[in-house]
């Protein structure tokens, strides 16, 4: 006799791992399955998906790490701190990342035991429908589930002809195992990962050039922050080159060779000895219907979802990369609890004007709502707030003046449509203005709330203010 659950849930990311343990909160008997190993030593799956694993989690370690490298190196001396020249040992960072990587997996898998979720080894995907919901095979087994909720995730889109072999030539999951600091990087993509992959190792010592094909980087940001952000990424030393066209790449063991053109047609070059291709990410959904029954996917190789994740196969979800939507680990996270509130007969809703993006650059950059160029194309009528990160005392006194806080609201309502924040923690300060979205608050609500003096936090009660023309520190 197969097991059979309440809840089987395929993929043990973000959303699978969360809406496993929602799930189990709730008073069903669920399982999770999962095949990946990553890197486990002993080569038995991990939880905690790309995110955990190759993604944001050990990428922050490693930005961390490169950031306080560059502060040593470069800030110690204004500071009045006198030291010898630092120098990075990788070995030792890349192990601390690991470390910290395995710590958090291994506690999902402890969460798990806490919340009586059952772990199941193995690729799971669809046999076929059975009396009380569905067979889904899992490695070498076939189990039962009256829901079930696919969570798959996705992986890094490559480019046709350009061979990753994650040495020479990575992808995110090699750019963070590069051995030692390379002399000259080159990054294709100047989106999310390209920009913090490139932050890492042009921190600590390479020279480092990024290739975008489109007009701009960042095009999802309001242009305001892109443009402060470009300022600051070019004092930095980032090379960013926009419009470029790859013709071919040559890689040797030593290094690559990239053929390109510009925006105008004319000829480029570049050399280097490692190579970072960021070019987005695809849905994995492969072998889900290998039994053809009939998972509807968009062109894109996305489950298609009503609303609440429901797909087209009655009692079956779809969460987090695989289905429509930001390619989020807490839009995720969201997903993930919205699908079992909503089995339990719950309500549950998403929303995805409300779900922050988060580069951890320096400086950082953050947003939420809309955008100053969508407003406009909405033909919708608005006031601007920006209130500068140079004018308050707490980024004098860290040395963290770049940036600036920018609020976008409703000019008939006060109603806050967008914030944008580039500058110092502007991945925790954003949360402020998710709540302030969440709930439909207006410039007027965040104005009149009493902020910590000397906090940044002040810098986005100053850009409140601005919206009605009575800022007070600028």
Same mark, same amino acid.
């Given at each position: 006799?197969?097991? &059979?659950?309440?809840?089987?849930?395929?993929?043990?990311?973000?959303?699978?791992?969360?809406?496993?343990?929602?799930?189990?909160?709730?008073?069903?008997?669920?399982?999770?399955?999962?095949?990946?190993?990553?890197?486990?030593?002993?080569?038995?799956?991990?939880?905690?998906?790309?995110?955990?694993?190759?993604?944001?989690?050990?990428?922050?370690? +490693?930005?961390?790490?490169?950031?306080? *490298? #560059?502060?040593?190196?470069?800030?110690?001396?204004?500071?009045?701190?006198?030291?010898?020249?630092?120098?990075?040992?990788?070995?030792?960072?890349?192990?601390?990342?690991?470390?910290?990587?395995?710590?958090?997996?291994?506690?999902?898998?402890?969460?798990? &035991?806490?919340?009586?979720?059952?772990?199941?080894?193995?690729?799971?995907?669809?046999?076929?429908?059975?009396? %009380?919901?569905?067979?889904?095979?899992?490695?070498?087994?076939?189990?039962?589930?009256?829901?079930?909720?696919?969570?798959?995730?996705?992986?890094?889109?490559?480019?046709?002809?350009?061979?990753?072999?994650?040495?020479?030539?990575?992808?995110?999951?090699?750019?963070?195992?590069?051995?030692?600091?390379?002399?000259?990087?080159?990054?294709?993509?100047?989106?999310?990962?390209?920009?913090?992959?490139?932050?890492?190792?042009?921190?600590?010592?390479?020279?480092?050039?990024?290739? #975008?094909?489109?007009?701009?980087?960042?095009?999802?940001?309001?242009?305001?922050?892109?443009? #402060?952000?470009?300022?600051? *990424?070019?004092?930095?030393?980032?090379?960013?080159?926009?419009?470029? !066209? +790859?013709?071919?790449?040559?890689?040797?063991?030593?290094?690559?060779?990239?053929?390109? !053109?510009?925006?105008?047609?004319?000829?480029?070059?570049? $050399? $280097?000895?490692?190579?970072?291709?960021?070019?987005?990410?695809?849905? %994995?959904?492969?072998?889900?219907?290998?039994?053809?029954?009939?998972?509807? +996917?968009?062109?894109?190789?996305?489950?298609?979802?009503?609303?609440?994740?429901?797909?087209?196969?009655?009692?079956?979800?779809?969460?987090?990369?695989?289905?429509?939507?930001?390619?989020?680990?807490?839009?995720?996270? #969201?997903?993930?609890?919205?699908?079992?509130?909503?089995?339990?007969?719950?309500?549950?809703?998403?929303?995805?004007?409300?779900?922050?993006?988060?580069?951890?650059?320096?400086?950082?950059?953050?947003?939420?709502?809309?955008?100053?160029?969508?407003? &406009?194309?909405?033909?919708?009528?608005?006031?601007?707030?920006?209130?500068?990160?140079?004018?308050?005392?707490?980024?004098?006194?860290?040395?963290?003046?770049?940036?600036?806080?920018?609020?976008?609201?409703?000019?008939? !309502?006060?109603?806050?449509?967008?914030?944008?924040?580039?500058?110092?923690?502007?991945?925790?300060?954003?949360?402020?203005?998710?709540?302030?979205?969440?709930?439909?608050?207006?410039?007027?609500?965040?104005?009149?709330?009493?902020?910590?003096?000397?906090?940044?936090?002040?810098?986005?009660?100053?850009?409140?203010?601005?919206?009605?023309?009575?800022?007070?520190?600028?």
């Amino acid at each position: 006799m197969p097991k &059979k659950y309440d809840v089987l849930v395929i993929g043990g990311g973000p959303a699978g791992y969360v809406a496993a343990i929602r799930a189990a909160q709730l008073g069903f008997t669920v399982a999770c399955c999962e095949s990946n190993p990553y890197a486990d030593p002993k080569g038995k799956p991990r939880l905690g998906g790309t995110c955990l694993n190759v993604g944001c989690i050990p990428s922050k370690a +490693l930005l961390h790490t490169s950031r306080l *490298f #560059e502060e040593a190196r470069d800030g110690f001396a204004a500071q009045g701190i006198a030291i010898n020249k630092p120098k990075i040992d990788v070995p030792t960072m890349i192990a601390r990342k690991n470390a910290v990587v395995a710590r958090l997996t291994q506690g999902i898998a402890l969460l798990f &035991k806490k919340n009586g979720v059952a772990l199941l080894e193995g690729r799971g995907y669809f046999v076929g429908p059975c009396e %009380n919901g569905w067979r889904v095979k899992v490695g070498e087994e076939t189990v039962e589930a009256a829901r079930v909720i696919v969570a798959t995730g996705s992986r890094a889109r490559h480019l046709p002809d350009i061979p990753v072999d994650n040495r020479i030539v990575c992808d995110n999951v090699g750019a963070l195992d590069i051995a030692t600091v390379p002399k000259k990087l080159l990054v294709v993509g100047a989106g999310v990962i390209g920009l913090e992959m490139g932050s890492i190792w042009r921190r600590l010592g390479s020279e480092l050039t990024i290739l #975008e094909a489109l007009p701009d980087f960042l095009p999802q940001a309001d242009a305001d922050i892109v443009r #402060e952000a470009a300022r600051a *990424f070019s004092r930095q030393g980032f090379d960013i080159r926009l419009g470029v !066209t +790859l013709n071919k790449v040559e890689v040797t063991k030593k290094g690559v060779a990239v053929h390109c !053109t510009d925006k105008s047609g004319a000829a480029l070059e570049f $050399a $280097a000895d490692r190579m970072i291709v960021s070019v987005g990410r695809v849905p %994995n959904t492969e072998g889900l219907n290998a039994e053809g029954v009939g998972l509807a +996917l968009d062109a894109q190789g996305r489950v298609e979802t009503d609303a609440h994740c429901r797909t087209n196969l009655p009692g079956v979800w779809a969460i987090g990369d695989v289905v429509s939507g930001p390619m989020l680990a807490h839009k995720a996270m #969201e997903e993930a609890c919205m699908v079992a509130e909503v089995m339990a007969g719950q309500s549950g809703s998403r929303r995805f004007d409300a779900i922050p993006w988060v580069l951890y650059t320096s400086p950082e950059i953050a947003w939420v709502g809309k955008t100053e160029q969508q407003l &406009k194309a909405d033909g919708v009528a608005y006031k601007t707030g920006k209130a500068p990160f140079m004018a308050n005392g707490r980024a004098l006194g860290a040395s963290e003046t770049a940036g600036f806080v920018k609020m976008l609201v409703d000019a008939q !309502t006060d109603r806050i449509l967008g914030v944008h924040i580039v500058g110092a923690n502007a991945s925790e300060l954003i949360s402020e203005a998710v709540v302030a979205i969440e709930f439909s608050a207006a410039s007027e609500d965040i104005a009149r709330i009493c902020h910590a003096h000397p906090t940044l936090s002040e810098v986005l009660h100053e850009a409140a203010l601005a919206c009605d023309g009575r800022a007070i520190h600028f």
